[in-house]
């Protein structure tokens, strides 16, 4: 795996995609270990990732000029990126922390490929777990009259890290429509799925009350209207009448975490592509 590559391109749908970048490959003497695609009918986009490898060497710079040409004659967006190098995460918080501490043991065990370089939370409750895995921890209190300064420290901390994605962990503060767009693409939140029936404070609770039968989770990016961001995942769990709304909370707890890492690991993986206001996941 140390000299396997993806390669993930997307482009306006037209004949000739598939053989033109498998044929660069084939040029090039390397293997294609898996290969996906899909091409919409909707939008007339095309979307392609590749596993390739092995490289002779960790450098791909000589497949740059094939594929800048290719790119030039597609109109297409690609990226070639090392299976080995993890993707550098922001995670944000408030205070409730199932996701956050399932994401921290998930990277440390090596289940997610990614190196979590900071936590960022508006409240001190996380500090000592991030002490305990030897992240930094930064703690930035946000107010209504706060709110820009705040997000530009998190802006100079994303640029000082080189960080390449932001996760909200149940991070209970709205982003800036100035945020959103910096990092647009690169930042996924997750939330109950039950917007937007129940609203605001205690959705559990409020469920619980309705008598709901299934409860679930959604994984999505941030855009600058809420919670409507391309959804990325989502899972349900059933639930019954014998269930208290503290039980509730605990098993939606769990599917937050569950649908939080697997959006999370998908991104990193490269599987995850924006198509408009809906997402391709391979």
């Not at 697997?262 to 991104?267: D, E, F, I, S």
């Amino acid at each position: 795996m140390a000299s396997d590559h993806f390669l993930t391109l997307s482009c306006p749908d037209k004949p000739g995609i598939v053989h033109a970048v498998t044929g660069i490959f084939a040029r090039e003497g390397l293997n294609i270990l898996d290969l996906q695609q899909f091409s919409d009918p909707t939008t007339e986009k095309f979307f392609m990732r590749v596993h390739f490898g092995p490289t002779p060497t960790p450098s791909t710079e000589h497949l740059r000029a094939p594929f800048d040409s290719l790119a030039a004659g597609y109109a297409m967006s690609y990226d070639i990126r090392p299976v080995a190098q993890k993707l550098r995460v922001l995670i944000m918080v408030s205070k409730q922390g199932h996701c956050l501490n399932d994401l921290l043991f998930r990277a440390k065990t090596g289940q997610l490929p990614v190196d979590v370089a900071l936590i960022v939370s508006n409240h001190p409750d996380f500090a000592p777990l991030a002490a305990s895995y030897g992240i930094a921890f930064h703690h930035l209190p946000v107010t209504k009259d706060t709110k820009a300064a705040q997000e530009s420290q998190v802006l100079e901390l994303i640029a000082e890290h080189k960080i390449e994605l932001v996760v909200l962990a149940r991070y209970m503060q709205v982003l800036s429509p100035t945020l959103c767009t910096a990092m647009s693409g690169k930042i996924i939140n997750i939330h109950h799925s039950f917007l937007p029936s129940f609203k605001g404070a205690k959705p559990y609770h409020q469920a619980y009350d309705r008598g709901v039968k299934i409860i679930g989770a959604t994984a999505h990016f941030v855009t600058a209207d809420l919670d409507e961001g391309p959804i990325i995942e989502q899972r349900v769990a059933r639930v019954d009448h014998s269930m208290s709304p503290k039980a509730l909370v605990d098993e939606g707890s769990n599917v937050e975490s569950q649908v939080l890492a697997a959006a999370v690991k998908w991104y990193a993986e490269r599987r995850v592509f924006l198509n408009g206001s809906r997402t391709v996941v391979f």
